[in-house]
């Protein structure tokens, strides 16, 4: 809902915000000002100052400041539309209609809602009432106590087709509103003349609330084990979609927001009785779905109160599936500040029975000890399959790709391709990779003679050969089984090369199956983004050096070898000894006694 300039002034005109904050922080008049504790630190000092006259708050220890709509947002996590209605009903004023048609199902939504108020009502009266005896025993049993009852809201509905019926209808209901309601069903036209009956019979009753504290609807949990089915909740109606709602969301959002509330976002439990005990045990924060998976309309419920959310699951089989089945809702809609951690309990045991059995303390244990997303993600891959053939583990890696293109926020994506690979390859990476003997092969030489140095290559062509070097290996992994020991063993002059050696070392000591991808994302994780997008630019030209587009692996091997060695010195040696050789045979055939032997001694003087 869009509300105009002229409204809003008009509401903060007629709320004094030491009204509306009074409610949340014990204030004292001082001068023109009130005074009290943050609610937003811990302090023993009052740094909180509220200014009626010019209608706004200040907090000078967390350096918060707005008016009575950002504070009851910040307080109570209220979006914007929903701290303006509250502001409003304290201010008497009508919300703006958006069109007639909606101002009409307002207030038939109104009307509604007041009836099932009246519902809720009757309901708890039944359970004090002899009717409700074996409710009581019920409740009594699952560690219920009457003050719980009635913070709860719990019920009772009587084994009675028309027990609320009637109440209501003399207090002047009619049977179509109640329908409407979803307190009543209607027969179908078969039974023509007959009046609607009570949904609810023979239940234990718990209120459900919308995001904005509204009562409209419930959950009936069954006393009867003949009841086929043991939860019921009442059916879709122009007020109570289940999809998009949560039990106790509001309160849950409220105890979240409190100064002493350190979660970083909500209790996600299965059921009604989960949500009690944990609100009971001190975990006010708690919420659950209504019987169904989460949605992504839920989700979004539960991101608006918190970034990180906790989802509770038994760790037994159906636990662990229910949990992947929230993975498959959450990928497509996580990004920075919204994402989801997951809390396993032990096998065959819900927070109830946690709780009763074991105290808080157990159930903080496994609440501190809950995993990321991502974390969740690999177990739902590696458990797809065993992982015993190099198939398999090929495997893995299609359905890490395939887990990557569910995540839609590109950013998030490119930190877990990295997370999710760096799993993989400490898992299942190559044995550490171990330098050759000293008889093995060529080795770079450490050290250019004074004579090497001065004709040596220039610093460009030193850069553009080490940037042939890296850019082909980055470009074709494979060439590293070749060439493994020759890379390793060069010096190079620039620092981000030195760096991207270093990250290829690390790479080639865990890894089993060379992977260009893999291998991409270990640097990124690395820190050398920026180094790789380089040489990701420069791919056409490192593959015109390392022989075209056409040449073959063993070909790019050799090509490459000859830069490496070139980049070394050896081709510079080898030139060396040909023109001192030339030197000499040119002094041999003047008969040039003294020449020779200086030339001799230059020349052992270099070997040495």
């Known amino acids: 809902m869009r509300f105009g300039e002229n409204f809003l002034d008009e509401l903060k005109a007629r709320i004094r915000p030491s009204e509306v904050i009074g409610k949340h922080v014990k204030l004292k008049r001082q001068g023109r000002e009130f005074a009290g504790l943050s609610p937003f630190t811990t302090e023993k000092t009052p740094s909180f100052f509220v200014n009626d006259e010019k209608g706004f708050y200040h907090c000078f220890s967390s350096g918060k400041h707005g008016d009575a709509i950002s504070f009851l947002m910040e307080v109570e996590g209220l979006s914007f539309p929903e701290a303006v209605e509250q502001l409003a009903n304290m201010a008497g004023m009508a919300l703006p209609a958006v069109d007639p048609e909606a101002e009409k199902r307002a207030e038939q939504n109104k009307k509604t809602i007041s009836w099932i108020e009246q519902a809720q009502g009757f309901f708890e009266r039944s359970l004090r009432r002899d009717i409700g005896q074996e409710a009581r025993t019920y409740l009594k049993s699952r560690g219920l ?79 009867s084990k003949d009841d086929k089915a043991k939860y019921l909740n009442s059916p879709e109606t122009n007020l109570f979609h289940k999809g998009r709602l949560l039990y106790r969301y509001p309160e849950a959002r409220k105890a979240l927001h409190a100064p002493k509330n350190g979660a970083n976002g909500l209790i996600v439990a299965e059921g009604y009785m989960d949500v009690i005990a944990l609100a009971k045990a001190g ?25 990180e959310p906790i989802l509770c699951f038994d760790g037994d089989k159906a636990g662990i599936r229910a949990a992947f089945r929230s993975i498959e809702r959450a990928l497509p809609l996580v990004k920075p500040g919204q994402t989801l951690r997951f809390a396993l309990l032990p096998e065959g045991k819900d927070p109830d029975d946690l709780i009763r059995e074991q105290g808080a303390s157990a159930m903080q244990d496994v609440l501190d000890r809950a995993v990321p997303l991502v974390d969740m993600v690999w ?36 930190q877990y391709k990295t997370a999710l690979l760096a799993k993989f390859e400490a898992e299942y990476g190559r044995p550490k990779w171990q330098p050759m003997g000293k008889k093995s092969g060529w080795k770079p030489k450490q050290k250019l003679s004074p004579l090497q140095i001065l004709g040596g290559q220039p610093a460009a062509l030193k850069e553009k050969r080490e940037r042939r070097i890296l850019g082909a290996v980055l470009e074709w992994p494979e060439m590293m089984d070749s060439v493994d020991q020759t890379l390793f063993g060069l010096n190079f002059r620039t620092a981000a090369y030195q760096a991207l050696q270093k990250s290829l070392l690390s790479y080639w000591e865990h890894t089993i199956s060379v992977d260009k991808r893999a291998l991409h994302a270990h640097i990124e994780a690395d820190g050398l983004s920026k180094a790789l997008n380089t040489f990701k630019r420069e791919r056409n030209l490192t593959i015109a050096a390392l022989g075209g587009k056409d040449a073959d692996l063993k070909k790019r091997v050799k090509l490459w070898l000859m830069e490496a060695r070139a980049l070394d010195g050896s081709d510079s040696e080898i030139q060396l000894k040909k023109e001192t050789r030339g030197r000499m045979a040119d002094t041999i055939r003047s008969e040039n006694t003294d020449a020779l032997h200086r030339l001799m001694r230059t020349n052992r003087a270099e070997r040495d």
């Open 145 to 223: 106590t009457s003050e719980d009852c009635k913070r709860f809201g719990i019920g009772y509905a009587p084994d009675s087709f028309n027990g609320l019926r009637d109440e209501l209808a003399q207090q002047g209901a009619t049977l179509d509103r109640l329908v409407e309601a979803g307190l009543l069903i209607q027969p179908d036209e078969t039974k023509s003349g007959k009046k609607p009956w009570d949904r609810f019979r023979n239940r234990i009753m718990f209120p459900i609330a919308d995001p904005r504290g509204r009562l409209i609807a419930f959950g009936g949990r069954a006393l």
């Open 283 to 307: 975990f006010e924060h708690a919420v659950a779905p209504l019987g169904t998976a989460l949605t992504e309309d839920q989700l979004s419920l539960l991101w608006r109160a918190g970034p």
């Open 379 to 414: 177990r739902r891959e590696v458990s797809a399959e065993p992982l015993d053939t190099p198939e398999a583990k090929a495997g893995l890696k299609d359905r890490i790709f395939t887990a990557l293109r569910e995540i839609g926020h590109d950013g998030v994506r490119e």
